[in-house]
């Protein structure tokens, strides 16, 4: 099974403040790469997809890249709705594996 | 719009069965792939099975294979989980998911699955 190692496991930011998200996948799983947000008590939405495409109605303030086999997940000038769990998909090959989530708060 | 809606979920005992329902709407159903997602409480998520646009073809996990069915009805515009033997570790909310870009594009509220004595 391929494995996504997702740090940091949580963190607290600034309002306006710049956060990264990294995953590192155990393989080569190419762009088969997506992130979702999942706020308290509601199901996960899909924020990026391909790696670096940004989903249908997400703000630009989010978004996406690939060093080879580590993922990004970028949030420019951090705003209150942002905060929540953020998880990384591998859906190169099954079991498709999420990584173990990050817990974005405000400070 | 798109919309899933789950049902069926609720208490039930281990070594017992239980199947859930997935409305879909806003959407033509028999041209997407579906799955089901879950996530144990105050856990992370978890993939559990996917089926083709058609359901000819399924995919399930391991923890799961043989023991969990997932099947749908074109017609009705639904998506099912039939669990058997059911298992403390099956504990979790259960989401319908359509397939899209992303892999799982559109998700369900969840329903919640407890299995205990």
């Known amino acids: 099974d391929i494995q996504m190692t997702q740090s940091p496991a949580s963190l607290s930011a600034s309002l306006e403040e710049i956060v990264t998200i990294t995953c590192q996948a155990s393989?080569?799983?190419?762009?088969?790469l997506s992130w979702y947000q999942q706020k308290p008590g509601k199901s996960p939405q899909l924020l990026i997809h391909?790696?670096?495409s940004l989903a249908d109605g997400v703000p630009s303030r989010f978004s996406g890249s690939r060093s080879g086999t580590q993922y990004s997940l970028k949030i420019n000038r951090l705003q209150v709705e942002d905060t929540g769990i953020y998880y990384c998909?591998?859906?190169?090959?099954?079991?498709?594996?999420f990584g173990a989530g990050t817990k974005l708060e405000l400070k | 719009e798109v919309q899933l809606v789950e049902s069926g979920g609720g208490l039930v005992q281990p070594g017992r069965s239980m199947k859930l329902s997935c409305a879909a709407s806003?959407?033509?159903?028999?041209?997407?792939?579906m799955a089901w997602v879950r996530q144990a409480p105050t856990k992370g998520l978890e993939w559990v099975a996917t089926?083709?646009?058609?359901?000819?073809?399924?995919y399930y996990r391991d923890s799961v294979k043989g023991r969990f069915t997932i099947s749908r009805d074109n017609a009705k515009s639904t998506l099912y989980l039939q669990m058997n033997s059911l298992r403390s570790e099956d504990t979790a909310t259960y989401y319908c998911?359509?397939?899209?870009?992303?892999?799982?594009?559109?998700w369900g509220q969840g329903t919640l699955v407890t299995v205990s004595s």
């Open positions: 998909l591998q859906h190169y090959s099954a079991p498709y594996t």
């Open positions: 806003g959407f033509t159903f028999s041209n997407y792939g």
């Open positions: 089926i083709s646009y058609d359901g000819s073809s399924t």
């Open positions: 391909s790696a670096t």
């Open positions: 998911t359509r397939v899209g870009y992303g892999l799982f594009a559109y």
């Open positions: 393989q080569d799983i190419g762009n088969y």
